[in-house]
């Protein structure tokens, strides 16, 4: 039953994933793309760049788009929304009742000095698997990849325009 | 109820217009709650938030969550958690609705053959800029190396990573602080 599975991809994605929406990408491309090839690459790229362009949580806009793209309809989006939602809703009533006084809680922080860099490496994954035949089809698409890292790490660019940018680009070159 | 309703609204407000996730959504959910309404005062925001970010989940999730309990307890959080959540998959879905065959069109074909790597320079970048705002050393650049290297080409889970990391950080500080 796809919405099952659906919904326990994403409840592991909500209670595992550290760090917010870009972590998050390496998160549902290792269980979507990789382990249940419910997408491609190119049309998870597609979904990344829709939900960075839709207002609203970026976990939410692309738990609501691979739960359609993954299922065909929508209650693979209800499923895989809801899932996602659901650990946060357990974890932080936890928290809000109990562990307030614990705030500086020394065992968190010490987890953290190794979850901070770890996530990092993370992030990097999912580009890293990004870089592929299906993104990069000619020396245009390095083009485009050089020119918006230095946009955006330069210019510091937002990520709206920069996708409307690329889309233009795309629509010249190609 | 009236209070419900208003988180209802304000969370939903906040969902439908913010580009760019949680971290974009803290400054306007502190306006709404703790500045206009002060509902909750600003230490105790400062601290939930931290919090909020260190929890695993959706930022502005957990911060919708935590605002409905502190308010009206179970109920306010599950009205806040949805107004946050509604905007966004109500709007993903009607463009996934529309969108998902669009795709083979030629000219939407040729715009995201332009999206695509822009898409990956979108993720690439953060890596350098929190790699800058973490402070960290070149003597500590295997682990972010390996952990990528892992999920990459490895195809380990990233789940594996964030518990393996998380343990890790916290032996290595108990023995550092001895």
Redesign the interface.
């Known amino acids: 039953m796809i919405y099952w599975q659906i919904f326990k991809t994403f409840f592991k994605i909500g209670l595992f994933n550290f760090g917010g929406g870009y972590p998050m990408i390496s998160f549902i491309q290792n269980e979507v793309v990789f382990k249940h090839a419910w997408l491609s690459n190119a049309e998870f790229t597609d979904i990344v760049a829709v939900s960075q362009m839709t207002p609203g949580p970026v976990g939410i806009n692309m738990a609501t788009y691979t739960g359609y793209a993954a299922s065909g309809d929508v209650w693979g989006s209800v499923a895989a929304t809801a899932a996602v939602c659901l650990p946060s809703f357990v974890i932080m009533i936890l928290i809000t009742r109990y562990f307030l006084t614990h705030r500086q809680n020394a065992s968190l922080q010490a987890a953290f000095t190794g979850l901070r860099p770890a996530i990092i490496g993370l992030i990097a994954a999912a580009a890293l698997v990004l870089c592929d035949g299906e993104n990069f089809v000619d020396w245009k698409s390095a083009a485009i990849f050089a020119v918006s890292f230095f946009l955006l790490f330069r210019l510091k660019l937002g990520p709206v325009k920069l996708i409307l940018l690329a889309g233009a680009a795309g629509w010249l070159l190609y | 109820m009236k209070r419900l309703f208003f988180l209802f609204f304000i969370f939903f407000k906040i ?9 974009a ?1 803290l400054p306007l959910i502190e306006a709404e709650i703790v500045t206009k309404r002060g509902w909750i005062n600003k230490k105790e925001f400062l ?2 938030t ?3 970010q ?9 911060m919708a ?2 605002c409905g ?2 308010l009206c307890g ?1 109920w306010g ?1 599950v009205a806040s ?1 949805l107004g ?2 509604l ?3 109500g ?3 009607a ?3 529309f ?2 065959n669009f ?1 083979q069109n030629p ?1 939407a ?23 800058r705002s ?1 402070g ?1 050393s070149w003597k ?1 650049a295997w ?10 080409k490895g ?1 380990f ?3 594996y ?10 032996l ?3 023995r550092e602080g001895q």
């Open positions: 969902g439908l217009f913010t580009l760019g996730g949680g971290y959504m601290d939930l931290a919090m909020a260190a929890a695993p989940g959706i930022l502005a999730v957990n969550v935590f309990y502190k179970f959080s958690a946050a959540a905007p966004s998959f709007i993903i879905l463009i996934a609705l969108f998902h795709r000219t074909a040729r715009i995201f053959a332009g999206i695509r790597p822009a898409v990956v320079a979108l993720i690439a970048v953060p890596v350098f800029t929190l790699w973490a960290l500590s682990v972010p190396a390996l952990c990528a290297l892992a999920v990459w195809r889970s990233p789940a990573i964030v518990l393996l990391a998380g343990l890790g950080g916290w290595f500080c108990r």
